[in-house]
């Protein structure tokens, strides 16, 4: 994975933080800015030797799609 790579994930997921936490803050004036929508992905596996049971979940709601926006936003100015 290269440096520029690693940084755009970095911040996306930075991104995905914040504006949750701007939206938790701006939830009693805007609410539907809340409003979540639940992603889950389970891959699993039995292979005899190796099994694995992973879980991912991601909650969007508006205010995190828009700081994912911002963040992808920043990574590009800072090419």
């Known amino acids: 994975m290269g440096k520029e790579t ?5 911040l996306l997921i930075c991104g995905l933080l914040c504006g949750s936490i701007v939206g938790e803050i701006l ?5 539907f800015l809340t409003k979540s929508k639940v992603l889950t992905w389970s891959p699993a596996a039995d292979l005899e030797v190796l099994k694995y049971d992973l879980t991912l979940q991601v909650k969007l709601n508006l205010a995190s799609v828009g700081g994912l926006a911002l963040a ?3 990574h590009r100015r800072m090419k």
């Open 72 to 74: 992808f936003w920043i």
């Open 6 to 10: 690693l940084t755009l994930v970095l």
């Open 27 to 31: 939830s009693p004036w805007l609410p």
